[in-house]
T-cell receptor
């Protein structure tokens, strides 16, 4: 079975631009979470969606938004990009609603903001 | 506030046992998970402690003590492939998973 997939793999943007990252969960998984990981640090929780509804939100500004589609895939949008948004963006899916449930991570999207 | 503190680096010999500690200060704590991440790779789930005590999965064991706000990951029979970063993570309520500072484990021959 295919694991979690994310696109694109790498992305270069300039300050002020907008970006959309995409994630397809493992088949049958209804929960998708998004994380930001800066080099040398642990992942930071951004959002969790379950059954197309936002169930959890981390401490990120309103420039960050997400949604989940009927097929449980998800998009993360970041507006008005800042240099500090440069990071690895990870998507994770799980069977259950609870985020402590085993999460399966995708390979990530490496975003560079110039 | 929310914080999960881990030692930044640990070095151990192949075949040995190593313990990676995680101390936390958080409210509404719902359990402790552990993830492994190799350089350039994605985190992979290792274990989860919902209750106090020891959970064993093959060469890996994880322990939680809520009264001490403390947990650890125990790796036995270390192999070179175990060299990676290890993160503890806790759910603080409202479905917000909070990762620790991470421990970089280096296994030497």
């Amino acid at each position: 079975d295919a694991g979690v997939t994310q696109s694109p793999t790498h992305l270069i943007k300039t300050r002020g631009q907008q970006v959309t990252l995409r994630c397809s969960p493992i088949s049958g998984h209804k929960s998708v979470s998004w994380y930001q990981q800066v080099l040398g640090q642990g992942p930071q929780f951004i959002f969790q969606y379950y059954e197309k509804e936002e169930r959890g939100r981390g401490n990120f500004p309103d420039r960050f938004s997400a949604r989940q589609f009927p097929n449980y895939s998800s998009e993360l949008n970041v507006n008005a990009l800042l240099l500090g948004d440069s990071a690895l963006y990870l998507c994770a899916s799980s069977l259950q609603r609870e985020v402590v449930d085993e999460q399966f991570f995708g390979p990530g999207t490496r975003l560079t903001v110039l | 506030g929310q914080s999960l503190e881990q030692p930044s680096e640990v070095t151990a010999v192949e075949g040995a046992i190593v313990q990676i500690n995680c101390t936390y200060q958080t409210s509404g704590f719902y359990g402790l998970s552990w993830y492994q991440q190799h350089d350039g790779g994605a985190p992979t789930f290792l274990s989860y402690n919902a209750l106090d005590g020891l959970e064993e999965t093959g060469r890996f064991s994880s322990f939680l003590s809520r009264s001490d706000s403390y947990g650890y990951l125990l790796l036995q029979e270390l192999q070179m492939k175990d060299s990676a970063s290890y993160f503890c993570a806790g759910e603080t309520g409202a479905n917000n998973l909070f990762f620790g500072t991470g421990t970089r484990l280096t296994v030497i021959p």
